[in-house]
């Protein structure tokens, strides 16, 4: 209705010409429309339609294995190319993504995971290295993490000097 009289919708003009058939997450279009009514009056309106992604990706931490590794006998430690830990590509609603990696060092003072200054480059070595793989598509706050632990075994027996034991008996 425009002042109270029935309108026609004549025309539309539509600001992404030709329309798109999908609008990539955060992508708009406007659509104009413009309605005139049987004593000749007209009104505009601008409709905004924006595509928003709420869905999060599609991830199976299942299917990111943990993975234990023996240093050689003159390392204590793996390279980064022998371990070969790749990057994870899960499926998304808006494409493919892959996982952006944080690494953490276990630290066996403090029982805990501790965030690493290492990259994935970085030689992994022996002990406990947790991976945690961020998945953000393209909306931030579809942000989903799955953990890897790669751990790192020695392959070097330690050494000990059995003379340096006393044994003391009452």
């Known amino acids: 209705l425009i002042d109270g009289v029935p309108a026609l919708l004549v025309d539309d003009e539509i600001s992404a ?12 279009i406007i659509i104009r429309w413009t309605y005139t009514s049987q004593m000749g009056y007209t009104a505009v309106c601008d ?8 869905q999060k ?3 199976d931490c299942s299917l990111i294995k943990d993975t234990t590794m023996t240093a050689s006998a003159d390392k204590c430690e ?3 190319e022998d371990a070969n830990i790749q990057a994870p590509v899960v499926d998304d609603n808006c494409g493919p993504i892959t996982g952006r990696p944080e690494r953490y060092d276990y630290d066996y003072t403090a029982n805990d995971w501790v965030l690493s200054e290492k990259t994935m480059t970085d030689p992994f070595p022996t002990g406990k ?8 598509d393209t909306n931030p706050e579809n942000t989903l993490y799955c953990d890897q632990v790669v ?3 020695g392959s070097i027996a330690p050494e000990i000097d059995c003379d340096t034991f006393k044994t003391f008996f009452d």
């Open 57 to 59: 990706p599609d991830v």
């Open 78 to 80: 793996i390279s980064a």
């Open 151 to 153: 751990f790192v075994k």
């Open 17 to 28: 010409k030709p329309i798109p058939s999908t609008l990539t997450s955060g992508d708009s």
């Open 129 to 136: 290295t947790l991976i945690r793989w961020y998945f953000e």
């Open 47 to 54: 409709q905004k339609i924006k595509a928003i992604d709420n």
